[in-house]
């Protein structure tokens, strides 16, 4: 079914919504809520509760792209289920990560503090600026938390040549936040 | 800011990119699909080398031959036997497969190094990045000046090292892990 079918069930408030968008997506968005917490009853919860949110939030809305409207859901639901300091324990793939993503955090000194709403926005302009290769594979390592492996057979190259480019693009960012003065 | 503050973060961002990584594909790259082909296709070619070279010999392939050709018998003779497919298909395929890289990285092996340039092969790619293993029965010249080659790589800054290329002749490819095993290795002029 195509993606402007499954919204226009949302719409008419037709259950097969549900069923229709677990059939076309269930996969993926478990195999992505399965990364964050490493635990597949967590993870089936997680998207349980994607479709639900789904469901109460369209309508009003009409998202683009329907895959990644259910992903974000489904991420940040995910984030919100995890427990930190147990999967610091297991040492979960998520917290190397956030361990790598802390290499990008610029000196504490600096002033600016912002949400997490706002942060995006930087990221988006961050993202921008990107070539087009290096932005798929930071999206694919940082938002959908591949591993080097994975993304290293969904493009083809090599994994030394995704981790130099996930080097250099946590380079980038240090300095692009640095730039914008941030701290969190 | 700490490092999991950003990676929460990660999900405000446009879902055009969420999308963009979720469909899109690198340009010039197909993904590893393409690999599981290339073995079978490489075999498949050997084979069918292989079977025109011994139908040429049975007397099946004499249409393929010029009326002019004549073979000694002693030729004849060699050419009958009935040696090993293996050493056929490896001989072709040492014959065919030389390719100039760049050594970027020494290992204990050999070298990491990038496609520069095709010779007498189509498997690769320019700018493709392959793991260079130095057979252990590769010729010992070769062995010290692709030592002397991968130290180099090593002492000279990033840019000194890009003009470090080599030519190699390798016995095998293993697609799966970008891997060369080479027999000779000699330095060339960029």
């Avoid at chain 1, 993870?43 to 683009?64: F, H, L």
């Avoid at chain 2, 075999?43 to 002019?68: C, H, K, P, W």
């Amino acid at each position: 079914m195509e993606d402007s079918e499954l919204i226009a069930l949302y719409w008419a408030r037709d259950e097969r919504a549900i069923s229709e968008t677990d059939a076309a997506y269930g996969r993926r968005l478990l195999a992505l809520a399965d990364r964050i917490l490493q635990s597949r009853e967590d993870a089936e919860e997680s998207v349980s509760d994607t479709y639900m949110k789904t469901w109460n939030t369209i309508p009003p809305q009409r998202p683009n792209h329907f895959f990644a409207f259910l992903a974000k859901i489904c991420r940040n639901t995910a984030l919100g289920c995890l427990d930190w300091k147990n999967a610091a324990k297991r040492s979960a793939e998520v917290v190397s990560l956030t361990g790598e993503l802390e290499l990008c955090v610029p000196d504490r000194s600096q002033e600016r503090k912002l949400e997490s709403r706002e942060l995006g926005r930087v990221l988006n302009a961050f993202l921008e600026s990107l070539p087009r290769e290096s932005r798929l594979i930071f999206m694919r390592r940082y938002w959908y938390a591949d591993s080097i492996a994975e993304i290293s057979a969904r493009y083809g190259i090599s994994e030394s040549k995704v981790k130099t480019r996930l080097h250099r693009t946590r380079r980038k960012l240090r300095g692009f936040l640095e730039g914008e003065g941030i701290c969190v | 800011m700490s490092g999991r503050e950003l990676f929460e973060s990660m999900s405000y961002v446009d879902e055009r990119f969420v999308a963009e990584a979720e469909s899109a594909s690198l340009p010039g790259k197909t993904g590893l699909s393409w690999r599981k082909w290339v073995p079978a296709a490489c075999v498949g070619i050997l084979l069918f080398g292989a079977a025109a070279y011994q139908g040429m010999n049975t007397g099946s392939g004499e249409s393929l031959r010029s009326e002019d050709q004549v073979y000694s018998t002693e030729e004849v003779e060699t050419q009958t036997e009935p040696g090993p497919q293996e050493e056929i298909q490896m001989e072709s395929f040492q014959k065919a497969a030389s390719v100039i890289l760049r050594v970027d990285t020494p290992t204990e092996e050999g070298f990491v190094g990038t496609v520069w340039e095709l010779v007498d092969t189509e498997i690769f790619h320019v700018g493709m990045e392959v793991n260079v293993v130095l057979a252990e029965d590769c010729l010992a010249v070769s062995r010290e000046n692709a030592s002397i080659m991968t130290d180099q790589a090593e002492q000279k800054d990033c840019e000194t090292a890009q003009s470090v290329l080599v030519l190699v002749r390798f016995s095998s490819f293993d697609p799966e892990s970008n891997t060369l095993y080479v027999m000779f290795i000699s330095e060339v002029e960029e």
